[in-house]
């Protein structure tokens, strides 16, 4: 059992190595581990998944604690000390399962075994240091003196992305009803990320979906938001759940249904998608016309389309076809053709940091900057597709003034032949979903 559980802990450090060092995303250098070592169990799947995305999660917090019981900060440990004295940390505030002793003790020894042996010592003192004074000598910074850091440290999350949320939400932190209003975003982030897939209602019925699914022990409920999203959980893969291979449902979040469903698409309307991986809202488009009409769904590789393409093989649809396109080219053959073009743009992603743990710590006001240039560029582009009496959807997977509300004010500006019809910011808190933004502008 203790060989399991080290050589367990010892791909969880594999992993957060991978994304420190080599800057892989989390969620690649998880789904690479978990399968190169496939005959791993559930549980232990299970636990390697949760020490993973909580460390990541947790990791300004869990550095602030680290440094209350240090004398070495954190910033200048060795990376293979910081990421076991961090995950040990996570174990101890946020896994009952794991006694304390076993998270330092396993510290210890994956410490020795990757080569520390000097440094043993000082892994164990660190740990058993936070152990003993976990209840009573830790201590949060001042929610009304400090409630920039203090927001920062209990939810993890930088303190420029608060200030920023701050400033764009016009919230004050004289007043506390503002400083909940923050918490409330923040605590969302904290949240577990639902998996919910979307049925393919020409050949289902969530319903039947549902019992499907219940049969093989998953957990399942129908969306209060949309009729035909399912929630589940309770599985290991859902490669493996029934129905996938058939294609009677794809995984999508929620917010992701409402932006193709902002589109209202008719029988037979043309469809461009410019930026279609992984092909979720273009194959729900493609259904929702009805088996007639067209999607042409596009994106910038080969890689992203293949990967586009094998999801239609799966769902079994006909009248969507994928290309690659670089969406900042214009394409003169499509030029006022389309019915309809969806522009959900690459974007700094900060409303689902719940499922991508680490674009909290990748991320930076200049890279916003550079995002928010790079949607004019896709939006000055893609909207000349659009025919008279046409529309646009611009959707974004982020909470960012400058790369939503901002690029709605500038392409009214420059495209005055449009006018917006509707625009809507999502909240992670609100519907269960992702943070999203929706937009979508009539051609006159």
Request: hydrophobic share 40%; charged share 25%; proline share 4%.
């Amino acid at each position: 059992m203790i060989m399991e559980m080290v050589s367990t802990r010892g791909l969880v450090l594999d992993i957060l190595l991978d994304i420190s060092r080599n800057g892989t995303y989390s969620h690649t250098a998880a789904s690479d581990v978990l399968d190169k070592y496939g005959y791993l169990d559930k549980k232990d799947r299970s636990f390697i998944t949760r020490m993973v995305q909580g460390t990541l999660e947790y990791q300004l917090q869990l550095d602030y604690i680290i440094g209350m019981f240090s004398k070495v900060p954190v910033r200048k440990m060795k990376p293979v000390i910081r990421c076991i004295i961090r995950s040990a940390v996570y174990q101890i505030f946020y896994m009952e399962s794991v006694p304390d002793s076993a998270a330092c003790n396993e510290a210890v020894r994956l410490a020795k075994k990757r080569g520390f042996q000097s440094l043993s010592g000082f892994v164990n003192g660190v740990l058993r240091n936070i152990i003993r004074n976990k209840d009573k000598a830790l201590v949060w910074p001042d929610r009304k003196t400090e409630p920039v850091r203090y927001l920062s440290v209990r939810y993890s999350v930088p303190e420029w992305m608060i200030q920023m949320w701050k400033e764009e939400f016009h919230l004050s932190w004289e007043r506390d009803a503002d400083v909940q209003e923050m918490e409330q975003l923040l605590a969302a982030f904290l949240t577990p990320a639902p998996v919910t897939v979307r049925t393919d209602t020409v050949r289902c019925t969530p319903e039947k979906l549902k019992q499907l699914l219940e049969a093989e022990g998953i957990r399942a409920s129908v969306s209060a938001v949309l009729p035909y999203a399912v929630h589940i959980s309770g599985f290991d893969s859902v490669r493996t759940l029934p129905g996938y291979e058939e294609g009677l449902f794809y995984v999508q979040d929620v917010s992701s249904m409402l932006a193709a469903e902002a589109a209202r698409p008719k029988e037979d309307d043309f469809i461009i998608d410019v930026c279609a991986a992984p092909g979720g809202k273009a194959i729900q488009l493609a259904q929702m016309l009805n088996q007639t009409g067209q999607v042409l769904a596009r994106d910038l590789t080969e890689q992203k389309v293949n990967r586009m393409r094998e999801n239609i093989r799966r769902c079994q649809v006909t009248n969507i076809r994928a290309e690659v396109w670089d969406a900042r080219i214009f394409d003169q053959s499509l030029a006022e053709k389309a019915d309809i073009v969806i522009a959900d743009l690459p974007c700094s992603g900060l409303g689902v940091m719940r499922r991508k743990k680490d674009i909290r710590y990748r991320m930076t006001p200049e890279q916003i900057k550079e995002l928010a240039m790079l949607q004019k560029e896709i939006l000055g582009t893609v909207c000349r597709y659009v025919k008279p009496g046409g529309k646009m959807v611009y959707s974004t997977c982020t909470i960012s003034r400058r790369e939503n509300e901002k690029n709605v004010q500038w392409f009214l500006e420059e495209n005055r032949q449009f006018e917006l019809t509707e625009k809507r910011q999502i909240l992670p808190q609100e519907n269960g979903g992702d943070g999203f933004f929706i937009a979508q502008f009539v051609r006159r």
